[in-house]
């Protein structure tokens, strides 16, 4: 495409982009407002711009909860998955980078927290899936989502249980517990 087109595409993405509003992944709410109350420094560190990390996080209510937003230009312009945005944020924290958790949805993220010193949990809610943040070796514990596992016992048919755990065990127990009722 001409560069014009180009300009333009770009242009209106951004224009979309700040009218959308984003969703919070379930669970994420409970634990911004319970690391608050527990008095835990909270950023948030992304390859946006701080303005752009505002537009998106001002709607949810929970900017009054985050101590510090860090975005592309306090690294000096230089990305994920480079360390200098956690470096940042661990600064503004006034802590060592070994005193710092790290939660990323990507292998990206999770180099960047990993080569900055942090704790890193990986969390397959984004780019990357449970199997490539596990495996990437950038992650100290991987999970799936943030909400807690639930179990449906409640259905029509008990052998036809909702479940949502990656625990096998679990599954396996509760089968015998279905069958026993």
């Known amino acids: 495409i001409s560069e014009e087109e ?11 982009r700040a009218l959308q509003r984003f969703d919070l992944c379930p669970g994420v709410e409970e634990i911004i407002r319970e690391g608050s ?3 835990l420094w909270i950023a948030v560190v992304s390859n946006n711009q701080v303005s752009d990390i505002r537009s998106i996080l001002e709607p949810t209510g929970l900017m009054n909860l985050v101590d510090a937003l860090i975005g592309l230009e306090q690294s000096g312009g230089v990305p994920k998955p480079e360390p200098d945005i956690y470096l940042e944020a661990v600064k503004a924290a006034s802590l060592s ?6 939660v990323e949805d990507s292998v990206i993220g999770a180099s960047a ?33 943030f909400s807690p596992p639930q179990v449906d016992l409640f259905g029509e048919d008990p052998r036809e249980k909702s479940l949502t755990t990656p625990n096998e065990f679990v599954s396996h127990m509760i089968e015998h517990i279905l069958w026993r009722t």
């Open 6 to 16: 180009l300009v333009a595409l770009i242009e209106s993405h951004a224009e979309a």
């Open 97 to 102: 980078a070994h005193e710092c958790v790290a």
């Open 37 to 39: 109350k527990a008095g």
């Open 113 to 145: 927290a990993k080569a900055a010193g942090c704790w890193v949990v990986g969390v397959a809610t984004g780019s990357s899936s449970f199997e490539e943040l596990s495996s990437s070796g950038m992650t100290d514990v991987t999970i799936t989502r």
